[in-house]
């Protein structure tokens, strides 16, 4: 019975290993071909600023569409991904009255003295 169970797991590692060897790896890449297809700078899809690496929904959303010659907005990515918002819209709308300016910013010279001290001893993030 030991035997048995050995071979069994001795050939399933070895179907695995086989599996890994022979199964062709392929790489993701931003490509700048696609900027320029869209023209959009990679930052639109990508995570990262620099583009490559992760996509954010907008090129999640891209890919999913068979890479169109543009890019969906935010909210047309989140619907093609599926993602549906339950949303008041008139909560983040702009008011249409100006906003009152504001005034100036003013520090004590007594609390001048204490913030400039803080930032020479903060140890940074």
Not at 81 to 103: I, M, N, R, T, Y
Request: hydrophobic share 40%.
């Amino acid at each position: 019975m030991k035997k048995t169970i050995c071979t069994l797991l001795t050939l399933i590692a070895g179907l695995a290993i086989l599996l890994a060897v022979l199964h062709p790896v392929t790489t993701a890449s931003a490509l700048p071909e696609y900027s320029a297809q869209t023209g959009e700078p990679c930052a639109t899809c990508h995570i990262s600023p620099s583009g490559g690496g992760s996509r954010g929904p907008r090129g999640q959303a891209w890919v999913a569409s068979s890479k169109p010659g543009t890019v969906p907005d935010l909210i047309q990515s989140l619907d093609i991904l599926g993602v549906h918002l339950d949303v008041d819209e008139s909560q983040f709308k702009a008011s249409p009255d100006p906003l009152p300016e504001a005034p100036p910013l003013s520090v004590e010279p007594v609390e001048l003295e204490a913030l400039q001290r803080w930032l020479q001893e903060y140890p940074g993030n």
